[in-house]
């Protein structure tokens, strides 16, 4: 069964104190993986796609990584405006994405 | 640039009535998509039009329906809404699915607040 699990689920971080998001999957295949972010009362706003195990991508204070097993969302000197929920979600074969429930950031000043 | 556009924004029914919750987008995309979100249970997915002219259910369909008007259209009916059904509606939209094209992005909607007495 296709599964996604995000971890923690909730992060309190000072502003400036890096941390990582983690992703981890259980898919028949894997055509991406992506990485959205959410404000409060607002819809999922897309940040990254990966394709394969090693790739990279990079925007602003984010980083997001890719393995076989999981992928990373790092936040580098966090301000204030970076918190929000941020929602992993994986596209096995097929036409469906499937979503983690989400890690809630808070970056306090 | 209004992008994907949903209404009503809030709604509040009783147990066995009926609403269809309306879905435009602008960008000319050929897939669109209905999501619930529900607290500790994440996105989703309800149904899915992957083109114009065709439906596919998704992980959560029992008790909707769905009708893709028109490339710009999607609109989502509950029958005899239920309690169950309270939660928060999205809809999205992307480039399709299944093609080469698709980068993952998908362009979600503000949002539909459905409770249900």
Known sequence: EDQVTQSPEALRLQEGESSSLNCSYTVSGLRGLFWYRQDPGKGPEFLFTLYSAGEEKEKERLKATLTKKESFLHITAPKPEDSATYLCAVQPTGNQFYFGTGTSLTVIP | ?117
């Open chain 2, 1 to 117: 640039n209004a992008g994907v556009t949903q209404t009503p924004k809030f709604q509040v029914l009783k147990t066995g009535q009926s609403m269809t919750l309306q879905c435009a987008q602008d960008m000319n995309h050929n897939s669109m998509y209905w999501y619930r979100q529900d607290p500790g249970m994440g996105l989703r997915l309800i149904y899915y039009s992957a083109s114009e002219g065709t439906t596919d259910k998704g992980e959560v369909p029992n008790g909707y329906n769905v009708s893709r008007l028109n490339k710009r259209e999607f609109s989502l009916r509950l029958e005899s809404a239920a309690p169950s059904q309270t939660s928060v509606y999205f809809c999205a939209s992307s480039d399709g699915i299944g093609g080469m094209r698709f980068t993952g992005e998908l362009f979600f909607g503000e949002g539909s607040r459905l409770t249900v007495l």
